[in-house]
């Protein structure tokens, strides 16, 4: 017969604890064994009487502590100081209007092409699966639509679009 779950808690806590601290540091190891009991909790009624509940309780452990790790790396990272102001560089309407303009007037494949290309740095491989037809087709429409961009807008070389 299977043990109470506040017993299963008793007896591992101490161990899941270590575990978390181990894997994450004093900060967020009381939130990830939080975590691991809140989710041993729900499948431990489906769990066998045979199973080895420690080994088990410190897999979720590791997972749990997994998590934390990625959900780290999406969060911002604080800075001390800030730029003045922002870049308009690369950016619709910012220093480089004209450019922007010249962009807008291409073709709608070629300037599709040249955004995922050069904007993106998608494979002309990946672009012919988003706008259908080939990799050489699409090849061609940004080859195409820079050589345009070359004759329209004259900084649009020495910017930096290169074939």
Same mark, same amino acid.
């Given at each position: 017969?299977?043990?109470?779950?506040?017993?299963?808690?008793?007896?591992?806590?101490?161990?899941?604890? !270590?575990?978390?601290?181990?894997?994450?540091?004093?900060?967020?190891?009381?939130? &990830?064994?939080?975590?691991?009991?809140? #989710?041993?909790?729900?499948? @431990?009624?489906?769990?066998?009487? $045979?199973?080895?509940?420690?080994?088990?309780?410190?897999?979720?452990?590791? !997972?749990?502590a997994i998590d934390v790790h990625r959900a $780290? !790396?999406?969060?911002?990272?604080?800075?001390?100081?800030?730029?003045? $102001?922002? #870049?308009?560089?690369?950016?619709?309407?910012?220093?480089?209007?004209?450019?922007?303009? &010249?962009?807008?007037?291409?073709?709608?494949?070629?300037?599709?092409?040249?955004? @995922?290309? @050069?904007? &993106?740095?998608?494979?002309?491989?990946?672009?012919?699966?988003?706008?259908?037809? $080939?990799?050489? &087709?699409?090849?061609?429409?940004?080859?195409?639509?820079?050589?345009?961009? !070359?004759?329209?807008?004259?900084?649009?070389?020495?910017?930096?679009?290169?074939?």
């Amino acid at each position: 017969m299977k043990q109470p779950f506040e017993k299963v808690v008793a007896r591992h806590g101490a161990t899941v604890l !270590r575990v978390c601290r181990a894997l994450l540091g004093v900060h967020d190891a009381d939130d &990830a064994w939080s975590e691991t009991f809140l #989710s041993a909790l729900r499948a @431990y009624p489906d769990l066998p009487e $045979t199973a080895n509940v420690e080994a088990w309780l410190v897999t979720i452990a590791r !997972r749990k502590a997994i998590d934390v790790h990625r959900a $780290t !790396r999406r969060n911002a990272v604080a800075v001390e100081d800030l730029p003045e $102001t922002p #870049s308009g560089l690369g950016v619709p309407g910012g220093d480089d209007m004209d450019l922007w303009d &010249a962009v807008v007037k291409l073709p709608d494949k070629q300037r599709q092409a040249i955004t @995922y290309r @050069y904007l &993106a740095g998608m494979s002309h491989a990946e672009i012919a699966a988003i706008l259908g037809g $080939t990799a050489e &087709a699409t090849r061609r429409a940004a080859a195409d639509g820079l050589n345009t961009l !070359r004759k329209s807008y004259p900084g649009a070389h020495a910017k930096g679009a290169s074939s």
